[in-house]
């Protein structure tokens, strides 16, 4: 009843900053939690970074300090913003959204750092 679109993936050097979307569409009531996940080839998908209707937000170790994630409430967008970019943070990034009682996952985005 919900479908998440990623898109804004890409590939990129070191350093370099990249900010993917995922928009939220169909019925989007009571999503009340996002989160970006990703996984690289070989690993399990881990959680990036979430975020609460109310502001709220949690970020891997891995990331924090590099990565932003916001929500557009009133388009139902969700972003990332990931500045200075490390090769491991290539992975495939997935949208991930939230009911109470249901959870929602997009196809996902890819993200590749590399000289």
């Known amino acids: 009843q919900v479908q998440l679109v990623e898109s804004g993936g890409g590939l990129v050097p070191p350093g370099a900053s990249l900010r993917p979307s995922c928009a939220a569409s169909?019925?989007?009531?009571?999503?009340?939690?996002m989160a970006w996940y990703r996984q690289a080839p070989g690993k399990q998908r881990e959680l990036v970074a979430l975020?609460?209707?109310?502001?709220?937000?949690n970020y891997a170790d891995s990331v924090k300090g590099r990565f932003t994630i916001s929500r557009e409430q009133e388009t139902n967008t969700l972003y990332l913003q990931m500045n200075r970019l490390k090769p491991e943070d290539a992975a495939v990034y997935y949208c991930?959204?939230?009911?109470?009682?249901?959870?929602?996952w997009g196809q996902g985005t890819q993200v590749t750092v590399s000289s």
């Open positions: 991930n959204a939230a009911r109470p009682t249901k959870m929602y």
């Open positions: 169909g019925i989007i009531s009571r999503l009340n939690v």
């Open positions: 975020i609460t209707t109310g502001g709220s937000t």
